[in-house]
Each structure stands twice: as structure tokens, then as C-alpha cells.
């Protein structure tokens, strides 16, 4: 069994930051694909961002293009999403997601274990 805790959701105001960590347990991640969705209300989940976690292939939605960013933590076991030049569109309640597989997917489908979520507020 696997676990994601993501972290470090809030309130922010337009044209700020937040950091979003996940935290995973439960078995190696060394052929894991890590992705983070977002789903705001009355809205279908979608696509946010990716990473593999051997070669660091990433993908991004072109909505996040050049203000987030993914990164790892292999020895923690953490993916984490930098969230630059926020806008009040970007509010959701954002999802970690784990792949069994080294091929970045963009699918919500394509993943295997979820998060809880944690919510993101941008005001404007």
C-alpha cells in the first residue's frame, strides 16, 4: 500500500507563492511517476504537473507553464510543486498522485494512488 500527505496549501493573494509538498510511504519510488491535479468546483480533475523519478522527465499543463515548478526529494521521498505568479484561476483543491510507471503520464486514469488534497486560495 502506498501513502501521499500533501501539505503546505492556503490562502494567498494574487501574484503570490505557495509551496505544495507530498510526502510518500509505504514502498520505493525509484520507478514511480509522481503528478499533481487540481480540481475546482463544479470542474473535472485535471492535469497540473509531472515528474519521473528516474531521468526527472517533466510535464506541465500550458496553464502552469513557466510559474510552476516540480521537483523531488528521492531520499525524502517527496515531490513538491513551486507555485509562482498565482492567479485567482489556479484556486483548487490540489491532489498528489503516484504512477507504477516511469512513462509521465497526464491522465488522472493513468494513476494509482492519490492524496487526500489540499486546498489553494488565490484572492484577487
Known amino acids: 500500500q502506498v501513502q501521499l500527505v500533501e501539505s503546505g496549501g492556503g490562502l494567498v493573494q494574487a501574484g503570490g507563492s505557495l509551496r505544495l509538498s507530498c510526502a510518500a510511504s509505504?514502498?520505493?519510488?525509484?520507478?514511480?511517476?509522481m503528478g499533481w491535479f487540481r480540481q475546482a468546483p463544479g470542474k473535472e480533475r485535471e492535469f497540473v504537473a509531472a515528474?519521473?523519478?528516474?531521468?526527472?522527465?517533466?510535464n506541465y499543463a500550458d496553464s502552469v507553464k513557466g510559474r510552476f515548478t516540480i521537483s523531488r526529494d528521492n531520499a525524502k521521498n517527496t515531490v513538491y510543486l513551486q507555485m509562482n505568479s498565482l492567479k485567482p484561476e489556479d484556486t483548487a483543491v490540489y491532489y498528489c498522485?503516484?504512477?507504477?510507471?516511469?512513462?509521465?503520464?497526464?491522465?488522472?486514469?493513468?494513476?494509482?494512488?492519490w492524496g487526500q488534497g489540499t486546498q489553494v486560495t488565490v484572492s484577487s
Open positions: 498522485a503516484a504512477r507504477f510507471a516511469t512513462i509521465v503520464r497526464i491522465s488522472p486514469n493513468d494513476y494509482h494512488y
Open positions: 509505504g514502498r520505493t519510488f525509484s520507478s514511480y511517476t
Open positions: 515528474m519521473s523519478w528516474i531521468g526527472s522527465t517533466t
